[in-house]
């Protein structure tokens, strides 16, 4: 009786491993289809586009000539859109800062810009590299080892012993399940460095980082209104060069 039994339990041993192929074919089949629902991506993409401009603008609006945008120089499709954000804002700043003069409106901007954009890239950067390596890890141990290795395991076992790949579930998985799981779960992983843009980020927000840290040692010292003018327009090229880097970057992942 226990041997009939065993022998039960083994023949469901094919059943079971092409359900579970099936169903991890299928989350990935579905990960992929949802990859490309590019246009709530796209909405979402020009969203957060146009509000980063439009920050930049209301925070540099007092430095900077609101009639030359400096987007308008890299992408002027959106010369519109910053040029009327650029005069709203000074509009609006004027009432609020304007009448602070040249050290309150020095207080302003770093306080406002730089250093709260430095921290905000600081803080963003231990998470980004940490994950970048982890996922990366992932990804290359998986595909440029341990899938090829454990695909020809299976192919050996097929070839040598099939009659136990039918029956033997430890077999089994080493012959049939870790072949097809290993290159799903390492391309999932390397597609995941792709859309999380993490290899980009990990270095460009150190870089982004460390440049508004020295302008904001900078900003403190400066005396005259073309000097401060002068340094706002190099911070804002800082960021609106990342800016301009994710917004390619997003179009291109589709993440």
Do not use: C
Request: proline share 4%.
């Amino acid at each position: 009786m226990e041997g009939m039994q065993g022998e039960v339990g083994t023949t469901y041993v094919p059943q079971v491993l092409t359900t579970v192929e099936f169903l991890m074919v299928a989350v990935a089949f579905g990960l992929m289809l949802q990859t490309q629902r590019r246009h709530t991506h796209e909405k979402w993409r020009l969203s957060r586009f146009a509000a980063e401009l439009a920050h930049g603008s209301i925070m540099s609006a007092l430095f900077l000539d609101p009639l030359e945008p400096r987007v308008a120089r890299r992408e002027p499709m959106w010369r519109r859109f910053a040029l009327a954000v650029s005069l709203l804002a000074e509009r609006a700043q004027g009432r609020v800062v304007g009448g602070e003069g040249f050290e309150g409106r020095k207080r302003f901007y770093l306080e406002r810009r730089v250093e709260d954009q430095r921290d905000h890239y600081f803080a963003k950067l231990a998470p980004g590299a940490a994950s970048w390596k982890r996922v990366l890890t992932l990804a290359s141990f998986l595909a440029a080892f341990t899938a090829p290795v454990f695909i020809g395991v299976g192919l050996l076992l097929k070839v040598v012993a099939p009659e136990m790949v039918e029956t033997n579930y430890v077999v089994a998985i080493f012959a049939a399940l870790l072949p097809v799981a290993l290159p799903l779960v390492a391309g999932a992983a390397t597609s995941l460095l792709v859309a999380m843009d993490v290899g980009r980020r990990a270095d460009r927000f150190k870089s982004v980082a460390a440049r508004l840290g020295r302008i904001a040692g900078v900003i403190p010292g400066l005396k005259t209104e073309g000097a401060l003018r002068r340094i706002v327009g190099e911070t804002e090229d800082v960021l609106l060069d990342e800016l301009l880097e994710w917004y390619a970057a997003a179009g291109n992942a589709g993440h």
